[in-house]
């Protein structure tokens, strides 16, 4: 069965960066795009960008562009987001996604917890 | 990318049917057939529902439906039950491999 198992909870502060991973499982893991999706407390949801881990291509939002890099590795069926100089308003919850034209399995979510 | 546009709350009794608008622009719900919508209660992970406008996935019952119009779509529940009380999020992808989310919709089962 297809699953995306995410990293744990991060506490950062405020100029710090954090990485998040999303292990894919159950599918052939070229095959489908990864998307980004980010929900801040009682917030509704935010797509911040998309990899492809067939050949490393990439779209972040633009209002998070020059702060956000995806990567994957193929070797470990694993997607990564890094988001670094963090802000209060970085804080939320990070889902991946599997994406083929819709977001049909989810991972169950990392919080980042961004202090000043 | 601006936010796709969705009523902030909608309600109904059991049994009942309740419609959720969300409006785009040509940019994305008008110009592409990837409408998707997602479940999410409180605390959990959005779930699929209904992609490509108007299919559901395996395991999605037949009460949750989706269509489009121009720069519009909309998601139906028939047959309210308790259990679709939750936030319902429209989705639509908007080219160059953008996707916009919609601002949700709580919906109360009365």
């Known amino acids: 069965q297809v699953q995306l198992v995410q990293s744990e909870t991060e506490v950062k502060k405020s100029g710090d960066s954090v990485k998040v991973s999303c292990k894919a499982s159950?599918?052939?893991?070229?095959?489908?795009?990864v998307s980004w999706v980010r929900q801040a407390p009682g917030q509704g949801l935010e797509w911040i960008g998309w990899?492809?881990?067939?050949?490393?291509?990439?779209n972040a939002a633009q209002k998070l562009r020059g702060r956000l890099t995806m990567t994957s590795d193929t070797s470990t069926r694993t997607a990564y987001m890094e988001l670094t100089n963090l802000r209060s308003d970085d804080t939320a919850v990070y889902y991946c996604?599997?994406?083929?034209?819709?977001?049909?399995?989810w991972g169950q979510g990392t919080l980042v917890i961004v202090s000043s | 990318q601006s936010a796709l546009t969705q009523p902030p709350s909608a309600s109904g009794s059991p049994g009942q049917s309740v419609t959720i608008s969300c409006t785009g622009t040509?940019?994305?719900?008008?110009?592409?057939?990837?409408v998707s919508w997602y479940q999410q209660h409180t605390g959990k992970a959005p779930k699929l529902i209904i992609f490509?406008?108007?299919k559901r996935p395996s395991g999605i019952p037949d009460r949750f439906s989706g269509s489009k119009s121009g720069n519009t779509a909309s998601l139906t529940v028939s047959g309210l039950q308790a259990d679709d009380e939750a936030d319902y999020y429209c989705?639509?992808?908007?080219?160059?491999?953008?996707?916009?989310f919609g601002g949700g919709t709580k919906l109360t089962v009365l």
């Open positions: 490509d406008v108007n």
């Open positions: 989705n639509s992808y908007a080219g160059a491999n953008n996707w916009v």
């Open positions: 996604a599997r994406e083929v034209n819709r977001l049909d399995f």
């Open positions: 159950g599918y052939t893991f070229t095959k489908f795009g």
């Open positions: 990899i492809s881990p067939y050949n490393g291509n990439t």
């Open positions: 040509s940019n994305d719900i008008g110009d592409y057939r990837f």
